[in-house]
């Protein structure tokens, strides 16, 4: 595929910070930097995964690229175009062609409008369809979202659905536009692992009958592996490492991302993968405000010399993969035995 | 595609908000106070309904101006006059059903107003925030404080006798504050749900989110609302009335009591003063049981909600 390596979505030095409220006399007050001058680029068609641990800011540059909100630094392109500040009819017509399902499918829902409203509602916005043929459409979503048949949940309220349906409600809703990018924030995690694998398998054929790039964001080093081609590994607003899901995942290169290979649980032929012990249980004292690199603290190969003063810079590990360490090294590619291997979720 | 499941889809349409309309009927039939309250207010409905009879019948009932022509003053109960005549011969059963309507009619539309009004300020002031917020909080501050009883009998004094729609545009807009206080609450935290996130990007312009996704979340807390304003437009109107600053072209419950203590009848004419002060204190109460029941009707609803959706 050619198309596959064009770039649809580019987000360049995104920095957001969040102002902490604190007490009436504005005491404890504090700034978080959800994202922290992140550039990535994901191609059109791909899977690609943002994965970091919670409060990481994946859901922070979810939104930001859906238009909900706006980055303090940095802009975010798509199909070379800027989207930051993009108001009224501009940011509606954006939206036909990028769409967003949310974390959590209990919350995301109006609890007074019916799931064929709610799924109906962008084809209104958008005015692309109403009526008759609007209704038609909702339940042909609903029915490639494998709610069938689609007439018995139509006309539900949401808290009529388990949260595996509102899911793939959810989906049907992000879809009926046919958008050329579906943000998937941790679309399962609210969910039980059974469900997961549904879910997964809808957002596949959501790529593969529709051609549309999906960002999928997760915390999970497991489900990356199983749907991205892709990702993206962040810490604390700043981004560790990227390349293949393959490569990162069997071969990962940084520090933060071998823990998280080391937390995932294993099962299968999986002795041949190393642990690499590169978390430190306690947290280091800070570096000097903001310099340095930011996994400092926890990073158990760091040297205060180099790592507290210096920011790293990404460097090559092997095609298509950065990894932002001082001490990572191109390593010796794995011995293929990721087919026996498994990762929990 | 064809007639038939477009025929189909409505029907299930529907029957989704028959659904949601029985379930609550069912929690709210369930609760005591909600079924005596609304027992009182049938009762009361048929007397405003049955107001319009007895003028029909003989014209010296109209509680206005019949005047039975062989009495000159206040009589007790008889066959002919069920509930007796007050000074001027008039019938007190007639003006008694009169007085359930002219309840209705105050109460009703003074509340509908104050909820309308409250509500839509509310949801702006809560939506909007900022200065708008700010100013019309503080406005809504300066009326909540201002006693309406108080306020109105000095209008009422300054300009003369106050029409009974005047009445009533002036509890409604003396009314309104503490209905946007809640709404302003209430749309502060749906705000923030991940749902109006959803809708935002499902397209969803800002009159779009407050009146298809705010409102409907709001609107059965305005409701309960207004049957709590119900309550304190009767009584405000009994009050003025009693206090001879009603309107003198209507048969109110409060001009009645006026008619009964300015002609001297208080402690003589039981018959008399008891029907509407009894008639004002049950339906006052009717408005307010109905109002606890709904509450508990809402109650899980917005407790579901909230946690598990
Ligand atoms: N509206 C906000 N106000 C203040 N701080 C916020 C806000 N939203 C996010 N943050 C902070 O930004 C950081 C990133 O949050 P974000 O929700 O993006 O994390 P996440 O990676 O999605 O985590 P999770 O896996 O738990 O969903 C967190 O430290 C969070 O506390
Ligand atoms: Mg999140």
């Avoid at chain 1, 995964?49 to 990481?56: A, D, I, K, R, T």
């Avoid at chain 1, 303090?72 to 930051?84: H, P």
């Avoid at chain 2, 206090?243 to 009645?256: H, Q």
Wanted: a positive charge.
């Amino acid at each position: 595929m050619s198309s596959a390596q064009e770039t649809i979505l580019e987000l360049r030095q995104v920095t957001k910070r969040y102002q902490t409220r604190g007490n009436i006399l504005g005491r404890g007050k504090k700034e978080v930097l959800a994202l922290n001058r992140i550039s990535l680029q994901v191609r059109a068609g791909e899977i690609f995964g943002l994965v970091g641990e919670s409060g990481s800011g994946k859901t922070t540059a979810g939104r930001l690229i859906v238009g909900l909100e706006k980055p303090d630094e940095g802009g975010i392109f798509l199909n070379g175009q800027d989207i930051v500040g993009l108001q009224g009819k501009a940011l509606r017509r954006y939206r036909r062609q990028v769409q967003m399902v949310f974390q959590d499918p209990y919350q995301s829902f109006n609890p007074q409008v019916s799931i064929m409203d709610s799924v109906g509602e962008p084809l209104l916005t958008q005015g692309v369809a109403k009526g008759v043929e609007r209704e038609q459409m909702v339940l042909a979503a609903l029915k490639e979202a494998g709610l069938s048949p689609a007439e018995s949940y139509a006309f539900r309220f949401p808290h009529q659905l388990s949260g595996g349906q509102r899911q793939r409600v959810a989906i049907a809703r992000a879809m009926i536009l046919e958008p050329s990018l579906l943000v998937a924030d941790e679309p399962t995690s609210m969910l039980d692992a059974s469900y997961s694998a549904q879910i997964f398998d809808l957002l596949l054929g959501v790529r593969g009958r529709l051609g549309a790039t999906v960002l999928f964001i997760t915390h999970s080093l497991a489900s990356a592996r199983y749907l991205c081609d892709r990702v993206a590994v962040i810490y604390r607003g700043n981004l560790m490492e990227i390349g293949p899901a393959q490569e990162v995942i069997r071969n990962p290169r940084h520090p933060y991302t071998q823990a998280l290979l080391d937390a995932t649980p294993k099962f299968g032929r999986c002795e041949d993968i190393p642990r690499f012990n590169t978390l430190l249980r306690a947290e280091r004292p800070a570096a000097d405000s903001g310099v340095g690199c930011g996994f400092f603290r926890r990073c158990g190969l760091a040297q205060r010399a180099r790592c507290s003063m210096e920011a790293p810079e990404f460097r090559a590990m092997g095609e298509g993969h950065l990894c932002a360490c001082h001490y990572a090294e191109p390593g010796p590619a794995q011995a293929d035995q990721g087919g026996e291997c498994h990762l929990g979720a | 595609m064809n007639q038939q499941a477009a025929m189909d889809l409505r029907q299930a349409r529907r029957s989704l908000w028959r659904e949601r309309l029985a379930e609550d009927w069912r929690v709210f039939r369930r609760n005591p106070l909600g079924r005596i309250g609304l027992t009182l207010l049938i009762m009361f409905g048929l007397m405003a309904v049955c107001s319009y009879i007895p003028p029909m019948i003989n014209p010296m009932y109209n509680p206005m101006t019949g005047v039975d022509p062989h009495i000159m003053a206040s009589t007790g109960p008889s066959a002919r006059h069920w509930l007796g005549t007050d000074f001027m011969g008039r019938d007190i059963f007639a003006q008694l059903l009169a007085g359930a309507r002219v309840a209705f009619m105050v109460g009703v539309s003074a509340a509908f107003m104050a909820v309308v009004l409250g509500t839509a300020l509310g949801m702006t002031a809560g939506y909007m925030g900022g200065l708008t917020d700010t100013l019309l909080m503080r406005a809504a501050d300066m009326i909540m404080v201002m006693p309406t009883l108080l306020v109105v009998l000095m209008l009422a004094a300054l300009f003369g006798q106050l029409n009974i729609w005047t009445i009533v545009l002036m509890i409604a807009l003396f009314r309104w504050p503490g209905v946007s206080r809640v709404v302003r609450a209430q749309t502060l935290s749906l705000k923030q749900r991940p749902f109006i996130d959803a809708a935002r990007v499902a397209g969803a312009s800002h009159p779009r989110i407050i009146f298809r996704h705010i409102m409907p979340n709001v609107l059965p807390l305005a409701f309960l609302y207004m049957t709590f304003r119900v309550t304190s437009a009767i009584v405000i109107e009994a009050a003025l009335a009693f206090l001879g600053f009603g309107d003198p072209g209507t048969v109110s419950w409060g001009m009645m009591l006026q008619w009964v203590w300015k002609t001297g009848h208080m402690f003589q004419a039981m018959y008399w003063l008891l029907p509407p002060g009894l008639c004002i204190s049950l339906i006052t109460l009717s408005f307010y049981m109905l109002g606890r029941a709904m509450d508990e009707v809402l109650d899980p609803r917005l407790r579901d909600e909230t946690s598990a959706g």
